[in-house]
């Protein structure tokens, strides 16, 4: 297996920590006495939480294709796959981070979320071939 798979995985995961420390953040901004669990989407606590809840709902089964993919083959469409999968959910967490609300939709956001699918949707076929 190269190196780059396991560079892709570590990337994936970085922002899952980095948006969760955003929601700690935001947390000790409100206080004690603050609404901790909004649900207005323009509430940019609630915003925070989205975005960290979309990376933990999405990074860990695409690094569990990634590096499934890796271990049955060291073919060049993995690598691109797994590039594209981090490209697009930096895109996504970038995209619902600068939105002025949730409730609408942007470019940035829905190009991470289409290239979220599209990257998980070819690593999944791609595992089942490779097992096949």
């Not at 603050?34 to 979309?54: E, L």
Request: hydrophobic share 55%.
């Amino acid at each position: 297996m190269n190196t780059l798979p396991v560079v892709c995985i570590a990337l994936l995961a970085l922002p899952v920590f980095v948006l969760g420390a955003n929601v700690t953040r935001h947390r000790a901004m409100r206080g004690d006495t603050g609404n901790q669990m909004p649900t207005d989407p323009a509430d940019r606590m609630f915003i925070a939480q989205r975005a960290h809840g979309n990376a933990t709902e999405y990074v860990p089964t695409l690094a569990v294709l990634i590096l499934v993919c890796s271990a049955l083959s060291d073919s060049w469409w993995i690598d691109v796959l797994a590039v594209a999968a981090v490209v697009s959910r930096y895109l996504h967490a970038i995209g619902m981070l600068t939105a002025k609300t949730l409730a609408a939709h942007g470019p940035v956001r829905d190009s991470g979320a289409l290239g979220t699918y599209l990257t998980g949707t070819a690593l999944a076929v791609t595992a089942v071939v490779l097992a096949v």
